[in-house]
């Protein structure tokens, strides 16, 4: 069923709202950056505007809505039951830095070492054991994918 809801989320291009002068263009290099390609974001936090979230596309801002009784669930990215979302009343979903796996080089010397995602190689065995070694917590953030 959650493909069906999916499909039933309203998508609207809205170009000719944004995207012509200077102001719109900057304002959406703005919000759109540090986002994930595809990333959906909401502008405005709350249970009023739950259903409504914004897109970066190469072609500029893109507007969904979910049917009505779903709202957004960011974490997940796509339309939930209302009662099933909790994050309403936040704008983006919630950054996590990964670890630096896969590498053209090997970042570590030692293949019993992983890199966290400033660099720095700690033991393998660290990583995914529910405690942060990584100073930016990134040994706990690429478990289970």
């Not at 995207?19 to 709350?46: I, M, P, T, V, Y």
């Not at 190469?58 to 994050?87: H, M």
């Not at 979903?93 to 992983?114: F, G, S």
Request: hydrophobic fraction near 35%; glycine fraction near 8%; charge should be negative.
């Amino acid at each position: 069923s959650m493909e069906l809801l999916r499909h039933l989320a309203v998508v609207l291009v809205i170009a000719g709202v944004f995207g012509q002068d200077d102001d719109e263009l900057a304002l959406e290099k703005k919000l759109c950056q540090g986002k994930s390609a595809g990333e959906l974001f909401r502008l405005a936090g709350g249970k009023d505007s739950c259903r409504d979230v914004i897109q970066c596309t190469a072609g500029g801002l893109q507007a969904i809505r979910c049917p009505p009784s779903l709202a957004f669930d960011l974490e997940k990215q796509t339309c939930d039951w209302r009662w099933a979302v909790t994050n309403c009343d936040k704008l983006t979903k919630e950054k996590k830095v990964k670890p630096l796996l896969v590498t053209d080089e090997p970042l570590c010397e030692n293949e019993n070492y992983l890199a966290c995602g400033d660099g720095v190689c700690i033991e393998r065995g660290l990583f995914c054991n529910d405690v942060p070694d990584c100073k930016d917590g990134s040994d706990e953030n690429a478990c289970g994918e």
